[in-house]
């Protein structure tokens, strides 16, 4: 069996070959020419302000801006030197890695917007990646000398402002690109050092794009946007669940695009990977990520949480619910917080509420009459569509009984036909939205309706820029008509109204 290219972009090429029992992620090198050779053995000859660029790149907020004032730095320049070209662009992008980005030979693959996880085992291995479409695969890179993967590591260690060694063997940094990268020596790696690379997407998915993925129907999407805008009056409070890599935060960064921009917003994490960079009041805080050294005072999520109810908040959202920073959420949502979100660990809805009960958690029962839904996300992996991430339950707070946290499933996945659908079981949250904001049942159906239609006109004319698609939303949230009207959409809407108010 001869190898089968699977895909093929840019420099890179993913091929399933006999002798491997997982995809090879493939690097094609660029042949430079000799005189490019000699200037890559000592960039800085042609970077007379080195020390003034690396102090203004750390000027911008996002790596895009980054690399972008980079390379029109290196264009510039390279024209000075009077060099001449057919392989600027990896030839700019090289040096960037060695000399401003320390990604060194990994650059490649954390240029790449497809992987989600880049993994290294030692010295004379390949190193891994986890793409998002052929899952796990083995690469054409590896580190040859336990000094060049050294040097990796210190600069990482550099960069975090932290150090690592026998007696602080983990460590957790960011790198420029906002990665995040976990660090394991001797003795905790016996083996030898290893480095797991967390990469997140420059550009997050918005809620048009993961409707379009199918990772949630529609209808859904729909009736989220009804409950995290709460009609302007009251939000609702949501815990998405799901084990690791499934997804929680892309999507909880889809749908914080449906909080109202006027809204001031604290997110709380352990490692910041949430990005809200389109919500213009939002602060993000970050638990302190090394609690190894010692005299260290632990600036943990609980504290952060804590702090955050006196930044004057209109809603907290924490990244990673683990500990007893989970009662000091839901007291948030008992002050008046609400449309308070966070993420955690658990399979389902069932887990989640055990899991939140349980130690370290210890939520007392009667606290659970504050959260309104949990939604689940899971990640599948098939051989004709390689890795996909679904929701796969909704569920809604129905009431304690003896102790027993009730939950009744609107949605439901249903794997053998790849849809997520709507359940048989009525959505007792209408009922509660309708009571908070004093409008019908039939009111809030139709506002659900509307905004569906909505989502489906952005599909329908892909629609799928991240400002454009925020825009939309926040003109909605001021002037609804004006959108129903953009879209051509009133006809139709006042049709299903009028049909829906004689059921």
């Known amino acids: 069996m001869e190898p089968k290219v699977l895909d093929s972009y840019g420099d890179v090429r993913i091929v399933e070959s006999p002798d491997s029992p997982i995809p090879l992620y493939i690097v094609v090198p660029t042949e430079f020419t000799d005189e490019e050779i000699e200037l890559l053995k000592d960039p800085r000859k042609v970077l007379p302000n080195y020390k003034d660029i690396m102090d203004k790149i750390e000027d911008f907020r996002t790596s895009v801006e980054k690399e972008d004032f980079l390379r029109q730095y290196l264009e510039v320049q390279l024209e000075k030197e009077g ?3 057919e392989n600027l662009e990896p030839l700019i992008n090289t040096i960037m890695d060695d000399v401003f980005l320390g990604y060194g030979r990994i650059g490649p693959l954390l240029r790449d917007d497809d992987l989600e996880e880049v993994m290294i085992n030692g010295v004379e291995l390949p190193v891994f990646v986890f793409h998002r479409k052929h899952g796990m695969c083995a690469t054409n890179i590896e580190f040859t000398t336990h000094s060049s993967l050294n040097e990796l590591i210190d600069w990482m260690s550099r960069y975090a402002g932290r150090k690592i060694s026998r007696e602080v063997p983990l460590l957790d940094a960011h790198l420029p690109d906002g990665s995040r990268a976990n660090v394991v020596v001797a003795p905790a790696a016996p083996y030898g050092p290893s480095v797991t690379i967390r990469k997140f997407k420059k550009i997050p998915y918005n ?4 409707v379009v993925i199918k990772s949630i129907p529609i209808d859904l999407a729909a009736f989220l946007w ?4 709460g009609l302007a009056i009251h939000p609702s409070d949501i815990l998405i669940a799901g ?3 499934s997804g929680k935060t892309t999507l909880l960064n889809a749908l914080a695009m449906f909080i109202p921009r006027r809204e001031r917003v604290i997110s709380v994490e352990d490692t910041l990977e949430l990005n809200f960079d389109f919500l213009e009041n939002w602060v993000p805080m970050e638990a302190f990520p090394s609690v190894l050294e010692r005299g260290a005072t632990k600036l943990n999520m609980a504290a952060l949480v804590e702090n ?3 930044m004057r908040p209109d809603r907290i959202l924490v990244g990673e619910v683990r500990g007893v920073e989970a009662e000091t959420l839901f007291v948030a949502m008992n002050v008046g917080l609400n449309g308070s979100m966070g993420t955690i660990h658990a399979n389902n809805a069932r887990d989640t509420t055990i899991r939140l009960m349980e130690e370290p958690m210890n939520l007392p029962a009667r606290m659970f009459r504050l959260l309104d839904l949990i939604i689940c996300v899971n990640r599948f992996y098939s051989r004709t569509r390689g890795v996909i991430r679904r929701v796969t339950q909704v569920s809604e707070l129905a009431g304690i ?9 609107i949605f439901l996945y249903d794997q053998d036909k790849d849809v997520t659908q709507r359940t048989e079981y009525p959505i007792l949250l209408i009922e ?8 019908t049942k039939k009111q809030v159906q139709s506002e659900v309706y509307i905004r569906q239609k909505i989502l489906e006109q952005m599909v329908k004319n892909n629609i799928r820029d991240n400002k454009h698609v925020c825009d939309i939303f926040q003109e909605y ?7 129903i009207s953009r879209f051509n959409l009133q006809k139709e809407i006042e049709s299903e109204i009028k049909r829906m108010s004689k059921v």
Request: net charge neutral; with cysteine.
């Open 432 to 439: 509660k939205i309708s009571d908070r904001t004093g409008i």
């Open 243 to 245: 084990g690791s890599g």
């Open 308 to 310: 955050a109810l006196r």
């Open 226 to 229: 009804v409950c995290i805008e």
């Open 401 to 409: 009984e003896k102790g027993v946290v009730q939950l009744g499933d």
């Open 477 to 483: 949230h001021l002037n609804p008509k004006t959108v």
């Open 83 to 85: 060099i001449v070209t």
């Open 207 to 210: 809620i048009i794009d993961l």
